[in-house]
């Protein structure tokens, strides 16, 4: 039987808005249907800026509640004096190239692809059998040696740093630029063998010795040595990717060997180096992007530039020992269109270029 107890109405709180809920707060892309947590440098996202802006939290952007991991000495997340370079905000670096994880797969895939298909026409046509000894020999000591470097700066150099930068932008940048040298010496290491296999009398282990007691690569051993050791993480990028790939990089891969190469009836080796020297450019593209936003920096440019010619004053004598020493072999060759002093000269032509750029005066040691 029903009573005026449990027949009365029954009431429920009553909704109050606060303004807190999802939808009302202004922020990019709040208008549409997709939005991000960061303003694009173009009215839309690329998939590039997707990807990698903001995908690493960071204390100074949207982890209000501080680093959520951290080290033994006390150290929490990505620490900012992990290099002597300074940022108003390191999140502004964009990689020019928009590199990310389908670009690396793709763009490697290519370029793969390109050098399968040159050496297996190069065999099918019996490329290699009209080589001078001279080149042969040349082939199997240095450019065999060369392989040790592009191995030592992508497993020992840019590996190590791609962890240590403060965003994602700048460490995805770093990653790609260790994965193209890796790429390059094991490109390198396979052309060994097939020309070990092509009965022309190429020694495939000369290589080993050349970069272990050949004088004339002791320079360049000892460089590739000393980056790999440097705690700073800038500082190892900047020493790597300005001054030892300008001085001594570019000009054994793009004034030696892709000077002479044809000279001597070979042109399936400058396909092959070709793709180290791209990789370079693109490398260079972001490394001097980097760069330059830290040297215009308004509150902290004039440091990074006293800091950066610090590095220079150290690094550059020393590549420019090491490509000095690498002068006997501009001789080995039969045909040898270019000089050493004609290649050198080039070499820091480039590093002048990129140094004016980056608003950064010439070393002393640069002239020696």
Known sequence: MATAENTAPRSFPRIEFTGAEAGLKEFPGSKSRSYN?????????????????????????HLSQGWIYGFADGKGGYPLDWTALRSGDWHLFLDPNEEWEQTIYRNNSNVVRQIQLNLENAKKAGAYRDWPMAWVTFLERH?????????????????SEQRSAPTNMINT??????????RFAQDLALYNLDLSEAEIGFDGAAHKEVWHADPAWQGVREN???????GDWAESLFATNVVFESLVGALFRSHL???????????????????????????????????????????????????????????????????????????????KPATFADSFDAATAGLRGLLSDLNLSEPKGLSQ
Do not use: C
């Not at 009215?43 to 100074?60: G, H, L």
């Not at 940048?173 to 890796?182: G, R």
């Not at 593209?285 to 150290?314: C, I, K, P, Q, S």
């Open 257 to 335: 060997v892709m000077q002479i190469a044809a000279r001597n009836g070979d042109y399936v080796t400058p396909t092959l180096v070709g793709t180290g020297e791209h990789d370079h450019d693109r490398d260079l593209r972001y490394t001097r992007a980097l760069f330059r936003m830290l040297t215009t920096d308004e509150t902290h440019g004039e440091h990074n530039r006293d800091v950066l010619r610090g590095w220079l004053e150290t690094w550059v004598p020393l590549s420019v020992r090491a490509a000095h020493e690498l002068q006997p072999i501009w001789s080995q060759p039969q045909e």
């Open 37 to 61: 947590y960061f303003t694009p440098r173009k009215k839309r996202a690329t998939m590039y800026e997707d990807v990698t802006v903001d995908v690493q939290p960071d204390p100074e952007r």
């Open 173 to 182: 940048a770093i990653a790609v630029n260790s994965a193209h040298k890796l």
């Open 224 to 230: 590739v040595e000393r980056l790999t050791a440097i």
């Open 143 to 159: 450019l065999g040696a060369w392989m040790h470097a592009e191995h030592g700066l992508g497993m020992h150099v840019f590996t």
